[in-house]
């Protein structure tokens, strides 16, 4: 059976997935979308797939979970890898076993690239790393810095290397890796793996708030994960002595407190410190969005009554 043929055993015409900036009420939207169209949902979030970690990546409650099914969380160890590809193979699990059953998936999270590796059906399968030269050029890069390999990437993918700070190690060494495996630049790559489309018929729904009140409700929030526990979670990472460069550590929420507890900041200068990362991150996620044609934005004032047409 097809994919398009397992889709219409639900009887909608699309798979919808709820996004927008972190604090923004998808969760709540979500649930209710699933539970009005006899649903079951996937978690779009680069950061819930960490086990252990529930505070600090806002990962749906107990109560949450027992109203609704939710799908693509508590997958790997903080220091496991996993990148948009591993996400999409589980994705596309996930997807396959809800519809096998009746149900709708419903996609909900803020992670640009998850979603648009949905909505596009990016392809990964033509695009192979060599890992063994991945870590080769780790060790040259632990071993005499990164700008070498900075500036060998500028000269085989120059575009490529304009979008990624020349500090940022995993991404350089990634993406120099990706370019010397397959010969080609980074977009060269990317438009090859859009070739094929979406698997299925996805619509996005992005929830849309005033600037001002949106970070009234991130600074409401940082203060609630401050009473659920979440310096205790930071804390718990940091005692775990991963490689800084890993996701996990790099991670909101987490990395903010870091210096706290190496008694070089107070704790109020952290809590301040995450409140404007994760403002600073909900920007970001916007102008992602804002950049994905067919979207459809919600407004906040309508999140309890619309009803998309799915």
Partial sequence: MTEQELFSITGHKCIPVICGPTA???TDFAIRIALENNGEICCCDSMQIYKTLSVGTAKPTEEEQKKVP????DLVAPDESFNVASYLEKAYEAIEDILSRGKLPVFCGGTGQYVSALYKGISFDDAPVDRELEEELYARAERDGID??????ETLDPEGASKIHPNNTKRVVHTLALCLS???????????SLK?????PFRLFCIDWPREELYARINRRVDLMM?????????????QHLDKNITAMQAIGYKEFFPYFEQRCSLEESIEKLKQHTRNYAKRQLTWFRHLDGICWVSH???TEYTPKL
């Fill in 182 to 192: 397959l010969g080609k630049t980074t977009n060269e790559i990317h438009q090859e």
């Fill in 227 to 239: 009473e659920q526990g979440i310096l205790e979670e930071a804390r718990w990472l940091y005692d």
């Fill in 24 to 26: 923004s009420g998808k």
């Fill in 301 to 303: 004032e309508n999140l």
């Fill in 70 to 73: 939710h799908h693509l969380i």
């Fill in 148 to 153: 070498e390999l900075y500036k060998r990437l």
């Fill in 196 to 200: 094929e489309g979406a698997r299925y």
